[in-house]
């Protein structure tokens, strides 16, 4: 349960500061 909560967050991350580096 905890797992499921913070692999969204982390790929949400990483995807929300690869589109911060890209722009």
């Given amino acids: 349960m905890y797992v499921m909560l913070m692999l969204p ?13 890209v722009l």
């Fill in 9 to 21: 967050m982390t790929v949400y991350r990483i995807v929300l500061g690869h589109g911060v580096v």
